[in-house]
């Protein structure tokens, strides 16, 4: 699903107080506004990682690698049920079973200010994801995924979580 700029994102303060609802262009790059995100980080059965390359008409990081399934809670959603709703928008699956939830992290940098419930699943596909949303699908093996580190292709998201998944032993 294409993501609008009058989107509505809940938003809340540094503190966890809800804000209340703002349009998605109001919310990047605004530290005031911290919105919360699932992620799904899904790997192959030989432990690779997938991921996404954003479309290059994608509105945020265009033409960076990125996590696979990520995307903003709807008001009222959880974190597990916003994951599992991104897995049906962003790759057309719906995975059979539990998600399994891994951490929640803070992530702040210049263009996003979010908290981040990351869950993991095991999946080797098949996948079809929006052709609008994604230009390309690719699992990566941890060498390269520390080969490419740094280089700047990967959103800062995705730097960010590739080292918490490092520290949590996930990644060799």
């Known amino acids: 699903m294409k993501s609008r700029p009058d989107e509505l994102f809940e938003v809340y303060d540094a503190a966890g107080n809800r804000i209340g609802l703002r349009p998605r262009s109001e919310c990047h790059g605004n530290p005031a ?13 030989d432990g690779r990682l997938l991921l ?8 945020i990081q ?3 690698w990125d996590t696979a399934v990520g995307g903003h809670l709807d008001p009222g959603e959880d974190w597990e049920r916003a994951a599992n709703r991104e897995l049906r928008e962003e790759l057309g699956i719906s995975p059979p079973g539990t998600l399994r939830f891994l951490f929640v992290t803070k992530i702040r940098n210049a263009i996003e200010s979010e ?3 990351v869950y993991t699943l095991t999946h080797d596909g ?8 994604v230009d390309d699908l690719q699992f990566w093996t941890a060498a390269e995924l520390r080969a490419a580190a740094g280089t700047g292709i990967f959103t800062p998201n995705l730097e960010t979580e590739l080292s918490l998944l490092r520290q949590a032993g996930l990644l060799g």
Not at 33 to 45: D, E, G, P, Q
Not at 52 to 58: C, E, G, I, T
Not at 126 to 133: M, S, V, Y
């Open 126 to 133: 098949p996948f079809q994801p929006p052709a609008d949303e």
């Open 33 to 45: 506004l911290i919105h919360r995100t699932a992620h799904v980080v899904v790997f192959a059965t």
């Open 52 to 59: 996404q390359k954003r479309s290059l008409n994608k509105d």
């Open 115 to 117: 908290d981040v419930g």
């Open 62 to 64: 265009p033409g960076r």
